[in-house]
């Protein structure tokens, strides 16, 4: 394959300048040679390959773990060592204890900004702590009230659809359920989060939005080769203006993560245009708590334009596609487990009649925090499919992590603390510490809801993530602001679909795994199309 040569200089260029930045990095840094762990592929990419394109996502932190312990060391690009860790207690102390002092390394903070701009996932110490402070009103409990009418109607909108042009004088049909979730999310967040119609259950790709996004983590951090790794690796460390100039090149995953931006700041500069009109006309809606604190006269409450438009980009792409993805898998397992499926959609029939029983026509979020069938359903799923499966955080300072399962070093000693030097990359694999047999119980690797609601014993002695110690959300001060969010969407879409459908597998044979694919993607084995896809029988009820 003919390779652009002008990609060819940069790349070399980026690695020269890795290298450098790898050796004084070494010079004054505490070894963690003395831990155990896999042997590196190649000097170039070490381990890197089997953590970002694997088989099936998962493959290699539970072989490493089940191998090494849940702790150990790994090698990244150009050799460097890096600190694998699954243990619940350094997770949380980097997470939790530690607040700002294991910020993301340069690289990532670079990716973060040029995907989603300089907005919360970018931002770190005191310029987070004031942009979340401002944008937490937007996911208050008050706020929450308010959008759980609009998900259920854009729930029910996408019912109403899925039988107009799918299910025309048939009672069965099998559909991809990744492409309706995706639209009913992306139109979810634009009417509760800006007050914006996307049309995108109505209109599919129509909607400029929902067409940029088709297929975007997929085709551009699917199956990356060794070269776009190593590149990857080294963005931290570029001038801003080359780093600009990399992602505007038309080649590899440059592509549609440049065509994504350019078409999601348009909209969202679109949508601030819109509301501030409205909001300077004096007829703004209670759903815009964003562009009020856009327009707040108090310059400590205001977020700018140039920090707006990348909360609303964020939000754009972690906020619609997590969901959708997360309650893909939760059919997608409803489908397998027909039993439990039946227990979960007679509850929502028994909430719902009591809900009308006492004269309400809204489910109230005590009604779905009620119904345990279903919140054990989400929170199963979102311990056995983590949508990101891994964090990679760097320590700010000379520091001491501390272990909750201790691991034997090359020598047999028993290790339970690392020293670590600053600077120090630690990868912290949400995948492995959400199937830790020692957290979750003896079956960690069976998806079975009904821990949830016998109780988790190990869970216990663990205070982890934002929800039943599940580590999908993050933790800490940097946990995911819309976690309560996200999940009273993904309660209000499963309760419509499971209440018109029943979800069953194809007829056909088909595997689905679990890829890498930026987030974990649903995608058939063995398809040469890097897609999400997950077919399931849909049946009328």
Known sequence: ????????????????????????KRLSRRSIDYL????????LVGNFPDLSRPDELGDADFSWIKAYGSTLHIKHTFGEDRLFTADPK???YIL???????????ESRVGSEMLLGRGL???EGTQHARQRKIMNPAFSFAALRGFLPLFRQTSQRAVNKIKDDMFAGTESKVVDITKWLSRITLDAIGEAAFGYQFHAVTKGHGSKLAKAYDNLLPEAFADLSDASLATLSVMGWLPTFLIHALFRLPVGMFKPVHSYITIAREVAQDIVDKQTALYLDGKEGSKDVMMRANLSEDPKSKLSTEEILPQMT????????TTAITSSWALYHLSRNLEYQRLVREEIKATKAAAAERGDSELTIADLDSMKYLLATM???????PIVPALVREAGRDDVIPLALPVKSKTGETITSIPVSKGQTVHMSFIGYNRLPEVWGPDADQWRPERFLEGVQGSQKVNLGVISNVASFSSGLRGCIGWRFAVLEMQAILIELLESFEFSPPSENVE???????VMTPMIKGSKERRANLPLTMTLL
């Not at 964020?314 to 596609?321: I, K, M, Q, R, V």
Request: contains cysteine; glycine residues 8%; aromatic residues 16%.
């Open 121 to 123: 996932v970018w931002a």
């Open 1 to 24: 394959m003919h390779m652009d040569p002008i990609y060819v200089l940069t790349g070399a260029f980026l690695c020269s300048l890795w290298l450098i930045r790898l050796f004084f």
């Open 379 to 385: 929170k199963e799923t979102l311990r056995y499919h």
């Open 512 to 518: 689905i795994i679990m890829a890498a694919a930026g």
């Open 314 to 321: 964020t939000l754009f792409l972690a906020g619609h596609d």
């Open 36 to 43: 155990l762990g896999p042997p590196p592929g190649s000097w």
């Open 90 to 92: 350094a997770i949380q």
């Open 96 to 106: 939790n204890t530690s607040g700002y002092n294991f910020p993301k390394p340069p």
